[in-house]
C-alpha cells in the first residue's frame, strides 16, 4: 500500500498570525497538527517546538527497536519537557502550551498520541469516526450527557482545555491504535476547522473524489473560511492507496 498526503494552514478570518504548527514527514511516516496557546506569540512558540520535538525524536529512532506507540508517546513527553523548561526559563511564555495530535504509520497499522483538542479523524467505508476524543470542559458535559455535540463550538466554556503539551512537567497522553486499510481517509486538524465545520461535512468533503489529498486539505480550510471561522486552521489529509492504484499524485509514499 501506499500513503499519499496533503497539508494546509491558515490564520483564519479574525487572528492577526498563526499558532498552528504541522509536521508532515514522509521519510518516517509521521503527520501531526499542533495548536497552540499564550500571550505574546508564545502560542506558536509552543506549538513549533512541540511539533519539532516530536519530529525530530522518531527521525532518530527510526530503525529503534522500540514499539512505533512507545517511540510516539516518549516523543510527546519530550514535547512536552521542552515547552514545560522553555516556560519555565521565560517569564513572558510562562503558561504557554500547546495541543498534539500526530499519528505514526508502521508495519500496517496506525498510532494515534493526542493532547488536546485537535482531533483526528477515520473515514472507512463512507463512515467518518472521530478517533481521539477532546480534552475539554464542554467534552466532559458531551460525556455526561449534558449537551449534544452539536452544540460544542458554541457553549461559552468551548475554549476551556482540560489538558494541553507543556505547562506542567508530566502530561497524560491518550494513546490509540489499529489496523491500516487500503481506502482509508486520515484527517488531523485544528478546532478552527471543527468548531464551523460539522461531522457530516467533514466526511461528505473527504469522500469527494475531485482530487489529491492536498487538495483535499485545501478544500477543508477554505469551507472553514467561507464559514468564517475565528480562529487559525490546519488541516492534514492522508490516504492509503493500492499499490496499483495510481490517482497522478507524485507525494505517495509506500506504507512499511
Given at each position: ?9 491558515d490564520r483564519g478570518k479574525v ?129 455526561k450527557g449534558l449537551i449534544e ?38 484527517l488531523l486538524c485544528s478546532d ?65
Amino acid at each position: 500500500m501506499y500513503i499519499s498526503y496533503g497539508t494546509h494552514t491558515d490564520r483564519g478570518k479574525v487572528r492577526e498570525s498563526n499558532e498552528d504548527s504541522y509536521a508532515a514527514n514522509a521519510k518516517n511516516r509521521l503527520f501531526l497538527v499542533a495548536d497552540g496557546m499564550g500571550g505574546h506569540a508564545a502560542g506558536e512558540i509552543a506549538s513549533s517546538i512541540a511539533a519539532s520535538t516530536v519530529e525530530e525524536y522518531v527521525a532518530l529512532r527510526h530503525s529503534s527497536p522500540l514499539a512505533p506507540r512507545d517511540i510516539l508517546q516518549l516523543a510527546v513527553r519530550e514535547a512536552n519537557t521542552r515547552i514545560y523548561h522553555t516556560q519555565l526559563d521565560r517569564a513572558e511564555f510562562a503558561g504557554m502550551g500547546s495541543t498534539l495530535t500526530a499519528i505514526l504509520l508502521r508495519n500496517g497499522k496506525y498510532y494515534v498520541a493526542h493532547v488536546g483538542d485537535s482531533r483526528a479523524y477515520l473515514l472507512r467505508d463512507g463512515v467518518l469516526r472521530q478517533i481521539t476524543r477532546d480534552h475539554s470542559v464542554v467534552w466532559d458535559l458531551l460525556e455526561k450527557g449534558l449537551i449534544e455535540k452539536k452544540d460544542l463550538s458554541g457553549h461559552p466554556k468551548k475554549n476551556l482545555i482540560t489538558r494541553s503539551i507543556g505547562p506542567h512537567p508530566q502530561v497524560e497522553i491518550d494513546m490509540e491504535a489499529g489496523d491500516v486499510q487500503a481506502g482509508d481517509v486520515y484527517l488531523l486538524c485544528s478546532d478552527g476547522l471543527t468548531d464551523v465545520v460539522a461531522d457530516e461535512n467533514l466526511g461528505r468533503l473527504l469522500s469527494g473524489s475531485r482530487g489529491t489529498p492536498q487538495q483535499l486539505s485545501e478544500d477543508l480550510v477554505e469551507a472553514a473560511n467561507r464559514a468564517g471561522s475565528p480562529d487559525n486552521i490546519t488541516a492534514v489529509v492522508l490516504r492509503i492507496e493500492d499499490a496499483e492504484s495510481d490517482n497522478g499524485d507524485t507525494g505517495k509514499i509506500i506504507l512499511r
